[in-house]
């Protein structure tokens, strides 16, 4: 995907959501919906539309208990197709979600998949230490995350 140097934790994960590619895509944009959606996303601050050169400053709870500030950048955005962005703060990386539809499900429900990329490395001590003494456990709270996040974001597309 990118560069392989310096990164601690990568995520390649897919989730199938109910609802056409138009549907998630309104989902996605809709940042005022994102404290509702994902608990753990303790502050957000979202600055301008959902296009490049905007973005947020957020604040994370993680499953462990300690918090990871971080601010993303929409480098490249695709409407209803491809996002990118520059993760810094705590962690620091890449991360790319595309959309893809999948046709229709056994109930007639148009389906999108959503692939998410990460690549990110701490950049906070105690999160450096943690990752690289404890890389189960990073990992673990990583994917519980994110997990979790998209699994709250299907729920929230199909049930608003």
């Known amino acids: 995907m990118w560069e392989r140097g310096g990164v601690d934790i990568r995520t390649d994960r897919a989730h199938s959501v109910a609802g056409s590619v138009e549907t998630v895509w309104a989902a996605i944009v809709d940042v005022d919906r994102y404290p509702a959606r994902w608990p753990w996303l303790r502050e957000l601050e979202w600055n301008g539309d959902f296009v490049a050169g905007a973005g947020c400053s957020s604040?994370?709870?993680?499953?462990?208990?300690?918090?990871?500030?971080?601010?993303?950048?929409?480098?490249?955005?695709?409407?209803?197709?491809?996002?990118?962005?520059?993760?810094?703060?705590?962690?620091?990386?890449?991360?790319?979600?595309?959309?893809?539809?999948?046709?229709?499900?056994?109930?007639?429900?148009?389906?999108t998949e959503l692939r998410?990329?990460?690549?990110?490395?701490?950049?906070?001590?105690?999160?450096?230490?943690?990752?690289?003494?404890?890389?189960?456990?990073?990992?673990?709270?990583?994917?519980?995350?994110?997990r979790s996040g998209m699994a709250r974001f299907a729920a929230d597309v199909h049930h608003p």
Do not use: N, W
């Open 59 to 111: 604040r994370v709870r993680s499953p462990f208990g300690y918090s990871v500030r971080v601010e993303v950048v929409l480098d490249h955005v695709e409407p209803r197709r491809l996002v990118e962005a520059t993760v810094t703060g705590d962690v620091a990386g890449r991360a790319r979600l595309s959309l893809a539809p999948v046709g229709a499900a056994g109930d007639g429900c148009h389906r």
């Open 116 to 146: 998410l990329l990460t690549e990110l490395q701490p950049e906070r001590r105690l999160l450096r230490v943690l990752t690289r003494a404890l890389p189960p456990v990073a990992r673990a709270g990583h994917d519980r995350i994110i």
